[in-house]
Each structure stands twice: as C-alpha cells, then as structure tokens.
C-alpha cells in the first residue's frame, strides 16, 4: 500500500490523523495523505497548537482539493481551552463549519463526527446525545433495513479508551456513549488527543469501572460484535510516550513513529493500515461483514 491506492468504483479511501501542528513532521503527514488520494480525509483534531492557526491552514492551501476532503473534529488545542476562540473561528471560516457535529454517508460509510469540546456532550439528554442518538437510528436504518450503507464510523478528538500517559480516557463519555454503540453495532471509532497510535480489539462496554468485554466474534463483523477504538494521533506534535505495557484489549500501540491509519473500504470488508511517514506499514488487519 505504498504510494497513491488505486480508485475503483466499489472502493472508498479514507485517512485520518490528528494532532499535527505545523511542523515539518506535519507537512510530511499531510503529503503521505494526499499522496493515498483519499474520497474522505477524517482528521481528529488540534491543529496549530498556538494561538492563531494560520500556519496549519496554509498547510491546507498548499494541497488542492484536500479541504474539500475533510471532516474536523475540534480539539483541545482547537478553541479556548488550550489557545484561543481565534483559532477556532479562522479553523470555521476556512473549512466552512458552521457546526461541529456532522454526520455524512460516503458510499457504503455512514460518518458520524462528534465534538468533544462541548461542555455538556457527556451529559444525557443534552443536545449532543440527542442528536448522536437520532444518527445512529438514522445509520441503523440505512443498514438493515435499506440495505445503503455497511459501515459505520464514529469520530471524536478526546478518546474512549487509552493506555496511561499524557491523557486519560474519557470515561463519562465512555459510560454513555458506547452503550448505544453497541445497541447499534458501531463499528469503528477514531480518535486523536493521545500522541501515538493504539489499536483496540473489537470491544463492548464492559459496565461502570470494568474492563471492556473483547467481543467473541474477533475481525468476523458479519456476528454481533464491539467497536474497534483507533487513536491515530502521531500526525506531527512531540510524540507521548505510554507509561503502561498494552493492555489485553489494545494489541496495537506504537509510540515512535510519526504517521497516519489509512482505512480501505471495498464492500463487506476493511482494510485497516498504520502507516509511518517513510512508508512502513506498521500494522494492518483485514475486518468483513
């Protein structure tokens, strides 16, 4: 998978990042991506990480055609809590956000994009898990019973689960939101915020303070099955280093490399791949339905 992935009729391409700034490290990402050419670019947030995010939308404008490419979800480092309402209000002009969470059918994908900056998106009941509630009926719907979509993929900046490091996992979230992902059998979430790459296995809600329940069915999606839980946040920012061995639900976590996961959608199947910016796949696995 080397190079730009080849684009047929029945294939969809998507990559997803975060974390970046605007390092050389960045650009390094950014061209790797480009160079896939992707139909949907999912970036998971924390652009500049300053407090104007000039320097990252250049990098934008220096690639035709990828803004009109890519989903955002906002980040810390995307409005006042770590920098300012400025970087957040150019990061609106510039994409054409008029809200940050969005949802998109792409194909045989149904994308839903969550804002884990909203003060009240762990709360019940609020406007955040009302709207994300009606999605994954509106997904559901177009699965099983239209027969229009295959896939559904979650993403949200601050992650559900991690290893111990910089971040902890969002556990409030966790505890309401993944629930009704296994309700209606979700199948993939992305995350950034931790600067690494993980990988889950195929995980459903275990309950309050529990570990995850690994669903029995493993990569075989056709079964009723768990999220797998990406954090792909090794796009440019000083990487984090994990100050724990993996866990036996997270058999992928690399903390080296700087890099990107590429998702290679044909049908009932994904190819899943983390790749590093000098073109090493770090891990690649294959789920179908």
Same mark, same amino acid.
């Given at each position: #998978?080397n190079?730009?992935?080849p $684009?047929?009729?029945?294939?969809?391409?998507?990559t997803?990042?975060?974390?970046?700034?605007c390092?050389?490290?960045?650009?390094? &990402?950014?061209?790797?991506i480009?160079?896939?050419?992707? +139909?949907?670019?999912?970036?998971?947030?924390?652009?500049?990480?300053? #407090?104007?995010?000039?320097?990252?939308?250049?990098?934008?404008?220096?690639?035709?055609?990828?803004?009109?490419?890519?989903?955002?979800?906002r980040?810390?480092?995307d409005? @006042?809590?770590?920098?300012?309402?400025?970087?957040k209000?150019?990061?609106?002009?510039?994409f054409?956000?008029? +809200?940050?969470? =969005?949802?998109?059918?792409?194909?045989?994908?149904?994308?839903?994009?969550?804002?884990?900056q909203?003060?009240?998106?762990?709360?019940?009941? @609020?406007?955040q898990?009302?709207? $994300?509630?009606s999605?994954l009926?509106?997904?559901t719907?177009?699965?099983?019973?239209?027969?229009?979509i295959?896939?559904?993929? =979650?993403?949200?900046?601050?992650?559900?689960y991690?290893?111990?490091?910089?971040?902890?996992?969002e556990?409030?979230?966790?505890?309401?939101?993944?629930?009704?992902?296994?309700?209606?059998?979700?199948?993939?979430?992305?995350?950034?915020?931790?600067?690494?790459?993980?990988? &889950?296995?195929?995980?459903?809600?275990?309950?309050l303070?529990?570990?995850?329940i %690994? &669903?029995e069915?493993g990569?075989?999606?056709?079964?009723d099955?768990g999220?797998i839980?990406? %954090?792909? *946040?090794?796009?440019g920012?000083k990487?984090?280093?994990?100050?724990?061995?993996?866990n036996?639900? &997270?058999?992928f976590?690399?903390?080296?490399?700087?890099?990107y996961?590429?998702?290679?959608?044909? *049908? @009932?199947?994904?190819d899943?791949?983390? @790749?590093?910016?000098?073109?090493?796949?770090?891990?690649?696995?294959?789920?179908?339905?």
């Amino acid at each position: #998978m080397n190079g730009s992935s080849p $684009v047929t009729q029945n294939r969809i391409i998507i990559t997803t990042v975060g974390d970046t700034t605007c390092s050389d490290n960045a650009k390094e &990402t950014f061209q790797n991506i480009v160079n896939e050419n992707p +139909d949907v670019n999912l970036f998971l947030g924390d652009s500049s990480y300053s #407090m104007d995010a000039t320097c990252f939308i250049d990098i934008f404008k220096s690639f035709n055609g990828l803004k009109e490419k890519t989903i955002y979800s906002r980040g810390n480092h995307d409005d @006042k809590e770590d920098e300012s309402d400025t970087v957040k209000e150019q990061l609106e002009q510039y994409f054409g956000i008029t +809200d940050w969470t =969005v949802s998109q059918q792409q194909k045989n994908v149904y994308i839903i994009c969550m804002n884990s900056q909203d003060p009240d998106y762990d709360l019940k009941d @609020k406007d955040q898990y009302n709207w $994300v509630k009606s999605k994954l009926k509106e997904a559901t719907r177009l699965r099983d019973e239209e027969n229009k979509i295959d896939w559904i993929v =979650v993403m949200i900046h601050k992650p559900l689960y991690t290893l111990k490091g910089q971040h902890k996992p969002e556990r409030k979230a966790r505890d309401l939101y993944q629930p009704l992902f296994d309700k209606h059998q979700v199948d993939l979430v992305l995350h950034g915020h931790t600067h690494n790459m993980q990988r &889950t296995h195929p995980i459903k809600y275990g309950g309050l303070d529990n570990e995850p329940i %690994i &669903t029995e069915s493993g990569l075989d999606f056709s079964q009723d099955h768990g999220q797998i839980y990406i %954090i792909s *946040g090794a796009g440019g920012r000083k990487l984090y280093k994990f100050a724990e061995p993996k866990n036996s639900w &997270t058999p992928f976590a690399q903390d080296e490399e700087y890099g990107y996961h590429l998702l290679v959608i044909e *049908g @009932k199947k994904i190819d899943i791949f983390a @790749k590093s910016n000098d073109g090493n796949i770090l891990e690649q696995i294959t789920v179908k339905k």
